[in-house]
């Protein structure tokens, strides 16, 4: 693919997770009872965190979110769409679940991409592209008050981990890019899907600590 439509096409996926994210960072906000620069605020870090700190790592700076306006905007509208419609948004529970788990997906993949074209090798590109999944969350739970959700069993970053594994690993061969990228998101959203549905969680300790 030339270098031109690859980096076209890793925007485009990178606005409509950055959406994702950024609508259920802004109602993490909405149902703690915060403020609208707050909603914006969570919103913001939720959809731009993981890609913020990936861009700092792999030394593509200035980071994206500041280079391009863009960046900046969708989570903006993100946060103010939440904020005046937060009623209805929250009573879509399920549906900004699922915004969330295409969101992770979306994102495992194109930072693990964008990790490989940096010059990275496949297995610094695919905790590149876990932690662009997983990273913007963290920083939404820690500003909240919250323990972040990947520490509590549930099963979010392993699911990344894997989608950003195939998305390098199938980079490699001479599979188009949107099938590299397809194959890395249907494996992380299926993963992250089936442990919603199912109710499968990580192993946490058992019985009392010793402390």
Known sequence: MPETE?????????LVGIFAFAVAGALVAVRKNLDLFAVIVLGGVT??????I????????PPA????????LVPVA?????????????RLERVVTLFDAFGLA???VTGALKAVDYGLDPLPAALMGMLTGIGGGMIRDVLS???????????????????????????RTDLPLLVVAAAGFTTCLGWRLLALVRGWRAPLP???ANV
Not at 47 to 52: C, D, E, I, R
Not at 54 to 61: E, H, S
Not at 152 to 158: H, K, M, R
Request: hydrophobic fraction near 55%; include cysteine; proline fraction near 5%.
């Open 65 to 72: 979110a500041l280079a391009d306006w863009r960046y900046l």
């Open 47 to 52: 959809g731009l965190g993981g890609g913020f």
């Open 54 to 61: 990936r861009d700092v790592l792999i030394g593509a700076t």
């Open 145 to 171: 008050g919250s323990v972040p959700v990947i520490f509590e069993g549930v099963l979010y970053a392993t699911p990344a981990l894997a989608g950003a594994c195939v998305a390098v690993l199938l980079d």
């Open 106 to 108: 979306l994102f495992c």
């Open 78 to 90: 993100a946060g103010l769409l939440t904020f005046v419609f937060h009623p209805t948004v929250g």
């Open 206 to 208: 058992k019985g009392p």
């Open 6 to 14: 690859f980096a076209a096409t890793l925007v485009v996926l990178d």
